[in-house]
Each structure stands twice: as C-alpha cells, then as structure tokens.
C-alpha cells in the first residue's frame, strides 16, 4: 500500500477514485511518563516517553487507514493529512485521513 502526502504520484495515474479513508486512535497518558516529563521540565531535554507514544499512536493509525484502504480495493492513499485534538484530560486522538485511489503506471 502505498502512501503519500502528495495529491499526485509521479509517473502514476488514477485509474480508479475510491473515497476517503481514515484511520485514529486515542491514547492515554502513562502515570510513571508523566513523572518523567515532569523531571525534564527542570532539567531539560526530549520527553522521550511522550515522542514514543505519539510515534506508537501514528503508527496505530496508519496502520488502521491503511486496513480500510485495502479492504476496499484501493492500493494507494494520496494526500494523506493528520490531525490531533484532546479528548478528555490527559488523552489526545490522531487521525489520520486521505483519499483511496487505484494508482497503475503511465
């Protein structure tokens, strides 16, 4: 499956125009994350708990776009976009959306 942010694939043409697709998941803080970020608010640095949850929420979503892309015949996604918002204190969705195309070769 391939996906992109771009609107167009060089060297590709849409054969066939399936719709938009998505894919999201909420998470939910880590008490023992939150102690940790904590620490590095006075010391400084990455909050690395928090980067890998967002990167393990990403991926998560993807893979979830990429499931509904498939199951309706489409082997690309272009313009692909994200989003964040707050759900409830201490969790936060990622969406991930884009338009399911049939992509073949010029």
């Known amino acids: 499956m391939l996906i992109s942010n771009m609107e167009i694939v060089p060297g590709k043409r849409v054969k066939k125009h399936l719709g938009l697709v998505q894919g999201s998941t909420v998470r939910a803080k880590h008490a023992g994350r939150d102690i940790m970020a904590g620490l590095k608010n ?57 338009t399911a195309v049939v992509l073949e070769d010029m």
């Open 42 to 98: 006075i010391f400084g640095g990455e909050l690395k708990g928090y980067t890998d949850l967002l990167s393990e929420a990403r991926d998560g979503a993807l893979e979830r776009l990429s499931e509904q892309a498939d199951s309706i015949g489409a082997n690309a996604v272009v313009n692909v976009r994200f989003s964040t918002s707050a759900i409830a204190a201490g969790a936060s969705e990622i969406l991930v959306y884009g």
